[in-house]
DNA sequence: TGGATTTTTGGCAGCGGTAACGATACCAAA
DNA sequence: TTTGGTATCGTTACCGCTGCCAAAAATCCA
């Protein structure tokens, strides 16, 4: 018992034994073994969480965000992704819970049926973050992806455009893709503009070469397009370089913007305008938000909305 | 024990019992602990992984080939990184092991000397990747970063070049990025050439913002460099876009390179020559060789040797 | 100095599974 | 009727740690 609490810092264990013992220790090679210790105390000190992609800088800065957040009070984060897979999502989820995390976060607002039953009984903090879903499971942190993307469509038309096309994703296995795409439909409609100049770009994650190719598609078939709207920044820039290949100049005869405010958003040539919706924030903001909850705190907000930012730079206007 | 049985596919429990338990197992709510079934079985079904950034294409796809070939084996991986801080590496490592994980994978071969030291006595597979240590702690799969960076010089001096740049982070921190640096500088070194054009880009991760504040020192204290080696795609394609804003033609007026095949620089305009250093299989056959150990088989190999591939593209000649 | 108080240390039990082994039911062959 | 084999199910102990409580040691105070 000496030997468990020589091991923790707070305990009280004298200076002198306290030494011997970690000595001890370290002559027999002994290392702590954290699956006995989850086991007796009943908890686990880490936070499971599931994103879409691994290979995704939006949500790596979401994960980087929470790490952060997490790391002072020793909590891990346990890492999965999804491939944009309701199913796999599932399926994670169920092997996650059955390690007795502390809390889970999740992307998203869509589940599976069992998924969302699994996390509604796990009786843990539950995250859902990037959206804005009209049920929530526990807790929310995100934005209305719709609803940036017909601030962006209301400002090109504002600029004088009317002829605007969206690239995308052609399922809705992206549900943040799909809801943007939605979003695009709905500001156009409220405009009275014509929505049908819709580009499906494959299935996602669609990156810069699906962006290239649905560009190449759009200056083909609607020619007079004044304006693109792509999912991403990265189907965006895959736009502009196809733009760059054909020769069309952006932003005199076309216009592009992406959405996530990725690092090649700022730096390419020209610069695309982008939305930031500070996914950074979504992690710090989870993190605090689960550490409220594990201190018992009262008032912790079962919703907290993020604003996403409209850059408008170089590609457009 | 009849409820254990009947949660593992295998073992012999009648149907009819079978589905009783899991049904009762259903309506109370029952979930799985593994934490008790790791700490009795003493196996804990998953592998330990460290990368130094999350956000980075190259490493997710080893991640990704890693995921891909354990999954058939019901094998969960628990990512972290490190940040390119070799004392957060040993954090980790020291986190990770007291979950007893069936194997360690790292990335690289450099190590503070305790870290070195738990991995030795951990008495399960350690796997050193992206790089090829004199002095592996146990098997290897990689390649030389110094090695492939020759090549590139060397085909640059072949076509002719002689005044030939490089561009890479500050620090040793990212050990790879050195190596690619002492690389370089032994190359042209060998070639009889002057290896001083260092431009230093600041602290790893260095990625295009980096890239472009370096190739604009490069462009106005070197102004006759005739190529730029960089230490990655993102700093190159950075590099890029600062002559683009400056007007210097690529390759025309000065060639540029990158490393890691990264999806910017095939798809850049010019496209970026780069080299491959196929991330994807690096992972992959991590997985194969963790589960050839796992299955006790014979004249499992301790070193791997992955080829990169050089890309000749349009930013170069 | 003796008793009260605080600090430090140790014993016991149990977290929720499973390895190991034993028991039971059932049927076919001896 | 006995024996043996197979399929299924149950009992016991224990994985390595920590909560709880009590004992021992050190410190304090009148």
Known sequence: MTVSRAFKTDSSVSDTTRDAILKAADDLGYVFDSTASNLRSQKSDFIAVTIPSINNANFAETVRGLAEGLKPRGLQILLGYTDYDMAEEERLIEQFLRRRPEAIVVT????????????????????ETWDLPEEPIGHVIGFSNADAVRRMVDHFVARGLSRIAFIGGDTTRDTRGADRRAGFVAAMQAQGLDPARLIAAGAPPIAMREGAEAMGRLLETLPDTQAVICVSDLSAFGALTECQRRGVDVPSRLWIAGFGDYEIAGIAVPALTTINPFPRDIGARAAALILDVMDGRQGVPARIVISPELLIRDSSG
Chains 1, 2 share one sequence.
């Open 108 to 127: 998203g607002g869509r589940h599976t049926a069992r998924a969302r039953r699994m996390l509604e009984n796990s009786g843990i903090p539950v995250i």
